[in-house]
């Protein structure tokens, strides 16, 4: 239903409506950010958790890829803080922001498949290795097509 549908004594509710729903929206968004911006924190302090746990087991080469996946969490988290303050600052959110997050996680997946407690099967790591493929190229492919000359919006 377009505006002109709307009958006009409608008008002022339908702007107040519309003010708070962007009020609303702003205020989401600031909880987003407090939230990743608690994520950071935590992750990091899991980060530091899991190279001391590493140095105290004398199992450097485990505790690092653990600790690793947990930098990659960081990394996924850092992408979406990246996102929403382009947002907050008046920008698109980007598709190739999640694409990238999605790309992290399988990244993040194959550096702790080794350390998982049960052996994962060969079809388990060819999905995992295929679906970070396919994400790789879509995200590839998004690049490219937003670097071509009839794309250019801005």
Known sequence: MS????????????????????????FAHVI???????SILMFTWLFFIDVKEAAYAHNLVHGFLHA??????????????????RYLRGHKLLVETFIEVV????????IVIPVQDASPTYQEIGIW???????????????WADRQPNNQHE
Do not use: C, H
Not at 6 to 15: D, R, S, T
Not at 32 to 38: K, P, R, T, Y
Not at 103 to 110: A, E, G, I, N, S
Not at 129 to 143: C, D, E, S
């Open 129 to 143: 290795l295929g679906g970070a493929f396919v994400i790789g190229l879509v995200y590839v492919l998004v690049r």
């Open 3 to 26: 505006q002109d549908q709307l009958p006009e004594e409608f008008a002022p509710l339908n702007n107040m409506a519309i003010k708070a729903m962007l009020w609303l929206n702003g």
């Open 103 to 110: 790309l992290v996680m399988f990244l993040r997946k194959l």
């Open 32 to 38: 987003i950010g407090l939230a990743l911006a608690i």
């Open 68 to 85: 690793l996946g947990t930098l990659m969490l960081l990394w996924a988290v850092s992408a979406l803080i990246s996102a929403e303050i």
